[in-house]
T-cell receptor, first 108, second 114 residues
Framework: RKEVEQDPGPFNVPEGATVAFNCTYS??????FFWYRQDCRKEPKLLMS???SGNEDGRFTAQLNRASQYISLLIRDSKLSDSATYLC?????????FGAGTRLTVKP | DAGVTQSPTHLIKTRGQQVTLRCSPI?????VSWYQQVLGQGPQFIFQ???????GRGNFPDRFSARQFPNYSSELNVNALLLGDSALYLC?????????????FGEGSRLTVL
């Protein structure tokens, strides 16, 4: 089993749709959690950290469920500019583990 | 302000050769991490250096080595190149130890091994 698993997609959604990505992790001792965004042939960039209580940044909401060892990202009112690959990242003991990413395409 | 800079951006090597990749972190950042990204996969952690000391190592063979210099720049060396080493090599800098704050990635060095 991979340490960080994501649905690879692709998710193809119309503008304005709400889309949710899930990510599961295997190490229950994991300490920090993040979502990064990577545009085609570009470097990853931090989208948001994920906190135990859940957190929101505009149209983006991240949730963490430690008991079930999964992380989610919800995107509301999708924009064309949200098209990218979303990487789930889990940190434990100096080791950052990236998922393979979920590809999102938002269409007009 | 300059972001993370990496060089070279592209390079082609043959099997058995050696390669050195370079990274300059954002000014004030003391941590540099190296990642390997194969097409269609997420980045895989190779090394982290903080304050010139190795602070973490991923599951890569001893052919991979790295170091950090007093000015916090870093080099990644790969010896005895294999075809499977073909990938995008990303460098990321951060203020502190990775996992605590944001990682800022460079645009990467794309290595092709023939």
């Amino acid at each position: 089993r991979k340490e960080v698993e994501q649905d690879p997609g692709p998710f193809n959604v119309p503008e304005g749709a709400t889309v949710a990505f899930n990510c599961t992790y295997s190490n229950s001792a994991s300490q920090s959690f993040f979502w990064y965004r990577q545009d085609c042939r570009k470097e990853p960039k931090l989208l948001m950290s994920v906190y135990s209580s859940g957190n929101e940044d505009g149209r983006f909401t991240a949730q963490l469920n430690r008991a079930s060892q999964y992380i989610s990202l919800l995107i509301r009112d999708s924009k064309l500019s949200d098209s990218a690959t979303y990487l789930c990242v889990v940190y434990n003991n100096n080791d950052m583990r990236f998922g393979a990413g979920t590809r999102l395409t938002v269409k007009p | 302000d300059a972001g993370v800079t990496q060089s070279p951006t592209h390079l082609i090597k043959t099997r058995g050769q050696q390669v050195t990749l370079r990274c300059s972190p954002i000014s004030g950042h003391k941590s540099v991490s190296w990642y390997q990204q194969v097409l269609g996969q997420g980045p895989q952690f190779i090394f982290q250096y903080y304050e010139k000391e190795e602070r973490g190592r991923g599951n890569f063979p001893d052919r991979f080595s790295a170091r950090q210099f007093p000015n916090y720049s870093s080099e990644l060396n790969v010896n005895a190149l294999l075809l499977g080493d073909s990938a995008l090599y990303l460098c990321a800098s951060s203020l502190g130890i990775q996992g605590v704050g944001e990682l800022f990635f460079g645009e990467g060095s794309r290595l092709t091994v023939l």
